[in-house]
């Protein structure tokens, strides 16, 4: 005959003899930022369709090559919505075609700062731009989100021997760590706590302006760990 290994079966709470204490740990670090994103919003307007995409198009290479121009600092650069619509106007009893609206929408990443500034700049002085931002963020690798989960793991020991040492007893072994997750308050997208939020649009006979200066926001990270520990019989 076969015997069944034995099961252990964990005990969801202590005993006299094992005592257990639950405590949470948690950590918030202030860390400046990393990356800021830009959206930048290319417009064109014509009285026929053609005139209007190619207005557009023409504008949006003129973005284009003049965010590539800044190499290294600029990390990503992604087109995302674009559209042409008409503008109708009634006309007797009928409808017709008034103009036609045409926008691309761009996102651009960087991390030089006062690359963005020079950047959100000039590119505010093109031809019906308007530039959204900064959103400023910490890369999802950053070592900001690792140094705060060590600190809540640093205070759950902490706050748990303390608990023990009020009891008279020590810690003995960790039972259990649940991670509650490392979250930084990224900015991006817009509704974020860490957002700063200025619209540019170019200005009608502004040429050459000075770059912005533009004061990086401080980013938040928070982490929270639950942790359960056995401690030595207490002496009460």
Do not use: C
Not at 19 to 44: C, K, M, W, Y
Not at 117 to 141: F, K, N, Q, V
Not at 164 to 182: C, F, I, N, Y
């Amino acid at each position: 005959m076969t015997q069944e290994p034995t099961r252990t079966t964990h005990q969801p709470y202590g005993t006299p003899e094992v005592p257990r204490v639950a405590v949470r740990g948690e950590a918030h670090l202030e860390v400046d930022p990393e990356i800021a994103r830009i959206g930048i919003t290319v417009s064109a307007r014509g009285t026929d369709r053609r005139t209007a995409l190619e207005d557009l198009t023409r504008r949006n290479n003129a973005v284009l090559e003049l965010v590539k121009s800044y190499g290294e600092p600029v990390e990503k650069l992604e087109t995302g919505a674009f559209s042409i619509t008409p503008e109708l106007t009634r006309h007797g009893r009928g409808e017709r075609v008034r103009a036609y609206h045409g926008r691309v929408h761009i996102t651009a990443e960087l991390n030089d700062f006062t690359t963005l500034g020079e950047l959100t700049t000039r590119l505010a002085d093109l031809e019906l731009t308007r530039i959204d931002g900064p959103w400023w963020a910490l890369r999802p690798t950053s070592p900001a989100h690792g140094e705060a989960r060590r600190q809540a793991v640093l205070e759950a020991v902490q706050r748990a021997r303390e608990y023990a040492h009020a009891l008279g007893a020590d810690l003995a072994s960790l039972v259990e760590l649940a991670d509650l997750g490392a979250e930084d308050a990224t900015p991006y997208p817009p509704g974020g706590s860490g957002m700063r939020t200025m619209a540019f649009a170019a200005p009608a006979d502004d040429a050459g302006a000075p770059p912005l200066d533009l004061e990086p926001q401080r980013q938040t990270v928070h982490a929270q760990v639950n942790a359960r520990f056995t401690m030595t019989p207490p002496r009460l």
